[in-house]
């Protein structure tokens, strides 16, 4: 079992930067491939990045440049660096566990956290 708790979002106007955390539980984090993905009302979740456990990433294109995943596995967090935010970030955000990858696409894994909340203004 692995318990997902995110925090940092919030509200921040156009340009701006925002940090997520996700905090893990468990003892196998180092090991799982650690992902966030979120979802906008009315839209389906989609994948935003993925870092492994030897700490490749991979990104979707819309965020690619400004988004930067990252993990620190003696804290078992994995964080969501997100500059130069836009509008059409605005979405909640989820923290996942165990992602996959099927040759074309993320997998949205075996656990996810609660949700936290990214609103950017215009």
């Known amino acids: 079992q692995v318990q997902l708790v995110e925090s940092g979002g919030g509200l921040v106007q156009a340009g701006g930067s925002l940090r997520l955390s996700c905090a893990a539980s468990g003892r196998t984090f180092s090991s799982r491939v650690m992902g966030w993905f979120r979802q906008a009302p009315g839209n389906e979740r989609e994948f935003v990045a993925a870092?492994?456990?030897?700490?490749?990433?991979y990104y979707a294109d819309s965020v690619k440049g400004r988004f930067t995943v990252t993990r620190d596995n003696a804290k078992n967090t994995v964080y969501l660096q997100m500059n130069s935010l836009k509008p059409e970030d605005t979405a909640v955000y989820y923290c996942?566990?165990?992602?996959?990858?099927?040759?074309?696409?993320?997998?949205?894994?075996?656990?996810w956290g609660q949700g936290t909340q990214v609103t950017v203004s215009s």
């Open positions: 870092i492994t456990w030897s700490g490749n990433t």
């Open positions: 996942a566990a165990d992602l996959t990858w099927d040759g074309s696409s993320w997998s949205k894994g075996n656990y």
